[in-house]
């Protein structure tokens, strides 16, 4: 799947999308402070452990030189529903350290216009849009979030022996088709709670909500002002005749020049 060659983050008006901005980074949030229950609900799609799967982790588990055979001797008598809740609950774990708690996300939508994105993550329509080119070789990284219908399943065994998280990824770049909307792409490091610098040339415009203050719409002018002059400020406003926000290039003048110009 090509990436789109822009692509677009919705961002409430906040202490931190301000100084994100001003950074120029994308923060990586762990998935554990996402709104989609399913994001983090590893309980929901891991696989049942089947009889074969289970032979499997067994002799995985008996053959590993740093477990003692006193340890061995007592995990041999449980029952196999007493084995399958243990391994159940030990790859559980495994996935919470290795995806939940230490990968970071970072979210991006094909649209900068729907009318929900703006609701949900636009600040109500009072925050602002950011617009970025995807040349940048960082974008690379990209991955598009897919919809479905049904719950994809990950395998226990291959967690815990191939230590295949690569499912994981993919489990987490696929959302319920109530989702659709948003169009979303991801981009998913490996350490949750960073900063991922992005260069200046890759933020292409910002789009700013139809009820965004005028002075938090000067204070954004003003920081990419600062750092980056090429970059279109486009002002929101909703359609007269349809159920959509609509978008008009706007070009800043800081106060103080348009006062010297008799602008103002």
Known sequence: MAIPKTIYKYESINTYSLKNLKAQVFYMAPPLSFNDPYDCALSTVMKEISDSDLKRLVSHYVDREDVPDSAKKQFLSLSKDELKAMFFRASKSALEQEFLELRGVSCFSEKKDNLLMWAHYGGCYRGFCLEFRTVSELFNKLRKVHYSANIPRINIASCLIEKDFDQITKLYCTKSINWKYEKEWRFIHLK???????????????YFGPNIDEHIMEIICLIIQGQNPEVEFWRGKLSKSEFKVEFEQVNYIPHIIAKGIGLI
């Open 192 to 206: 949750a709670g960073t900063s991922y610098v992005y260069p200046a040339e890759a933020l292409k415009a910002i």
